[in-house]
């Protein structure tokens, strides 16, 4: 046993389970001024796989067991206040809104979240993930059990990012809560996800961003969707045209490929088109103070300055002979570069579930 750790964390990726402890020093009174310490240099090291992680199978519910063993095995169970769990969405579920039917218990209370029945993932479609984790944790306590907590991955990666930037000091802020964070995670589907003041924005229903529709590339072609790629409606949309799905079924690219293409590659700059205006409509509802941009569909060093270029062209108004004007009139359109940036971190998405823990974990635990 390494540890009296009280917070846990596990990100279920594609092919792997990555999972880590953390303690913390004292309970402030905003999230981001905690001083949250894993037992993994998950805050320090840009860049590298830092976390503990061990090979996904073919069943959810095996998994989950699985990663709650690993978890049981390097702490005292009784100590641990909460722990936060991340996989693919969409999810239903959440708090229960008003015009509830009986049969949905008391308005207020909370309903269980689930993944929706017909994910990308056959193993986690229709998975009640916070009823089979809230069933290990009790068959594990002696006493009370640990708070058991679900998000989406895009949902950690945004609240792991923004604390990582706050704790090495990369953004310049007022205050620890006065900025909005936007994430964009391009792989296996398209997802996203905006902590604003603090608080994530999660609606009434699962967020889905990647089912935005997007104008076409001059060089792109729509017939139909797939529905591996996303069959879900008539119209191209960001998960469509860019999931890694859809790039090897539209241009025969696999991720391992994505890296290697030269600047000159037409298909970079269809990438970037599509990237660039998901970041444009997102600018137009929320005006974030930075947006991140992570997953494997964006791993190629040349995309990011073609994105930040397209994006800037989007939002100029060249019409007008003596000047340019941009519309509306934000800060960041005259520096895509400091609010454009790529995500820092492969495990930033199970430290945000461990900073999921301590926040939640706060109310919980009193």
């Given at each position: ?6 917070l846990a ?15 913390y ?17 998950l805050?320090?090291r ?25 978890i ?8 641990l206040e ?29 309903k269980?979240r689930?993944?929706t029945q ?38 950690a990666?945004v ?12 953004v310049e802020?007022?205050?620890p809560?006065?900025?909005?964070v ?11 996800a905006?902590?604003s ?12 961003i ?20 996303c ?27 994505i890296p ?10 269809v990438?970037?088109y599509?990237l660039?205006?998901a ?7 929320f005006a ?9 569909v ?6 990011l ?12 108004n060249?019409?007008h002979p003596?000047?340019?004007?941009y519309f509306?009139?934000?800060?960041m359109?005259y520096h ?14 199970v430290?945000g ?6 926040m939640m ?6």
């Open positions: 046993m390494d540890n009296d750790y009280s964390g596990v990100f279920f990726a594609d092919d792997e389970i990555i999972w880590a402890l953390a303690t020093e004292h309970r402030g009174n905003h999230w981001t001024s905690a001083k949250i310490s894993s037992d993994t240099s805050l320090n840009d860049g590298e796989k830092t976390a503990r992680r061990f090979p996904c199978g073919d069943s959810a519910k095996d998994d989950l067991i699985k990663a709650i063993d690993e049981s095995k390097h702490c005292d169970f009784e100590k909460a722990i936060t769990l991340a996989t693919l969405g969409p999810y239903e579920g959440g708090y229960i809104k008003p015009g509830s039917t009986a049969a949905e218990v008391t308005y207020g209370t909370p269980l689930r993944i017909g994910c990308r993932s056959p193993k986690w479609s229709g998975f009640e993930i916070e009823k089979e984790l809230n069933r290990e944790l009790h068959k594990r306590a002696k006493g009370r059990p640990p708070v058991g907590f679900v998000l989406k991955d895009a949902e990666f609240l792991g990012e923004h604390y990582r930037y706050r704790r090495l000091g990369r802020a007022e205050g809560l006065d900025d909005t936007f994430y964009l995670l391009a792989d296996t589907g398209i997802g996203g905006l902590l003041r603090g608080n994530l924005f999660q609606g009434d229903a699962s967020p889905e990647g089912h935005m529709s997007v104008h076409l590339h001059s060089d792109d072609v729509f017939d139909k969707l797939s529905l591996e790629s069959g879900a409606h008539f119209l191209p949309c960001l998960e469509g045209m860019l999931s890694l799905s859809a790039l090897k079924e539209r241009y025969d690219l696999n991720p391992e490929d290697r293409l030269p600047s000159y590659d037409y298909r970079l700059n990438i970037a599509y660039a205006q970041l444009m409509q997102t600018v137009f509802f974030p103070t930075v947006m991140l941009l992570g997953g494997r964006i791993e190629n060093k040349f995309l300055p073609k994105i930040r270029s397209i994006y800037s062209n989007y939002l100029r060249d019409l003596n000047q340019t004007v509306p009139d934000y800060e359109q895509p570069e400091a609010h454009i940036k790529p995500w820092s971190s492969p495990d930033a998405g430290l579930c461990l900073c999921w823990s301590y974990g706060t109310d919980y635990s009193q």
